[in-house]
């Protein structure tokens, strides 16, 4: 048999009425602030992520331990804008290693490469970055920063750090500038996460794709270059 009969009506006293007014109220207000603090903040714009331009101010570096980086001066900070096909905005896990590649495109200068990565925001034609990309005249460009993952090692994307590097033709060699750069770029970031010689890798040991093509087809100049990082 069904059991029949309602649930017994609450009787509300007066002063409960008034308290639920009054909640009711506050959180109507609180939702009022919220809504007035994201349109302004909006409408502003953030610096990181409204525009293909860059902005540092409010983004910080960080190591291993979550303290801030201070960057040498000798790496120029050119942050691509937070979006979903280049610059996710999300933090790594602990870092390990560096993964080093080349552009594949000869003759294109660091800051051509990293204004492709950051037009990929508008294009979405594909998922790429790097945190660095060392150019044909040694210059040093960060495009994401350190404790963000970047988009070029595939599976290794979230505990190494990845540097894109600039080459004159298509061997894939890069030149003494450059070289020099990527040297001390890797001693700077060697110190910094402590990494092993071993775990300072290229993109061909994480997925067989023949990057740093030259340092793929040599063995002997990858050996060399592991070897000049930690002499
Ligand atoms: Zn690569």
Known sequence: MK??????????SGNQRAA????????LAVLAIVGVVYTVAYIVGDPDSGNVGSGTETVRNIDNEGSTVELPDWIDVELLPVNEFSRPGEPTDEIVG???HYV???GTSAMANRNYFAGLAQSGATYASSNFIVGLDGEVIECVPLGEVA???????????????????ETGEFTDETYDSLIKLCRYLVEIYDIKPENVIRHYDVTGKLCPLFYVEHEDAWADLVTDIFS
């Open 3 to 12: 059991p029949s009969g309602k649930r017994p009506s609450r009787k509300i």
């Open 20 to 27: 639920l007014v009054v909640a009711a109220s506050v959180v």
């Open 98 to 100: 560096i993964v080093i």
């Open 104 to 106: 594949g495109n000869p």
């Open 151 to 169: 988009y070029c090692s595939n599976n290794r994307n979230h505990d190494t750090i990845s540097i894109e590097c600039c080459h004159p033709d």
